[in-house]
């Protein structure tokens, strides 16, 4: 059964840190994952889509990278600033190729100006 | 815009009534999911759809039922038969990489849903 855990639970920085996320799953044998925000009260946003056959997607200031070997995502952030202050999510299918996904329980991100 | 919404926004019921959320989505996406998050415990998958007319149990699927009707629309009924029903309800669709997408998830804005 695919456990995803996400590691802090919380995290505080200044502004204009660069950081790591850090996401690891039990079963690697995925086909993707995905790491999502989501800010107080709202839907989750996706961020980043990482499929099998690819180590890294980057969107921006945002970098994930996925090693199915060890069983870890991270999520990179770089230049941080207040507006992303948000939970981050991950998440990976329950099964190989599954579209059922299981969802660590998040980063509650603090960025502070 | 293409999109999930979600409605109503929020919502209040009393003990023993049921009550029904609404998830529409306009992205042409074969499959449909429900989660409901409750603080602390992330999120937990209670029925999803890959297909128009078939629908299948997540993890806590008791006390709600759905229909997939219509390939845009997957309504959550939350029945009075579910214990805890006060949540956060989050609907989202994918492409689904057996029909040639990539799989990605996307949300709606949620419902909240408090029982007085």
């Known amino acids: 059964k695919q456990e995803v855990t996400q590691i802090p639970a919380a995290l505080s920085v200044p502004e204009g840190e660069n950081l790591v996320l850090n996401c690891s799953f039990t079963?690697?044998?995925?086909?993707?994952l995905q790491w999502f925000r989501q800010d107080p009260g709202k839907g989750l946003t996706s961020l980043l889509l990482i499929q099998s056959s690819q180590r890294e997607q980057t969107s921006g200031r945002l970098n994930a990278s996925l090693d199915k070997s060890s069983g870890r995502s991270t999520l990179y952030i770089a230049a941080s600033q207040p507006g992303d202050s948000a939970t981050y999510l991950c998440?990976?299918?329950?099964?190989?190729?599954?579209?059922?996904?299981?969802f660590g329980k998040g980063t509650k991100l603090t960025v502070n100006p | 815009d293409g999109g999930i919404t979600q409605s109503p926004k929020y919502l209040f019921r009393k003990e023993g009534q049921n009550v029904t959320l609404s998830c529409e989505q306009n992205l042409n996406h074969d499959a449909m999911y429900w989660y409901r998050q409750d603080p602390g415990q992330g999120l937990r998958l209670i029925y999803y759809s890959q297909i128009v007319n078939d629908f299948q149990k997540g993890d806590i699927a008791e006390g709600y039922s759905v229909s997939r009707e219509k390939k845009e629309s997957f309504p959550l009924t939350v029945t009075s038969a579910q214990k805890n029903p006060t949540a956060f309800y989050l609907c989202?669709?994918?492409?689904?990489?057996?029909?040639?997408?990539?799989?990605?998830?996307?949300f709606g804005e949620g419902s909240r849903l408090t029982v007085l």
């Open positions: 998440a990976a299918p329950t099964q190989g190729g599954s579209e059922k996904l299981v």
């Open positions: 989202a669709s994918s492409s689904g990489e057996g029909t040639g997408g990539t799989g990605e998830l996307f």
């Open positions: 079963d690697s044998a995925i086909y993707n």
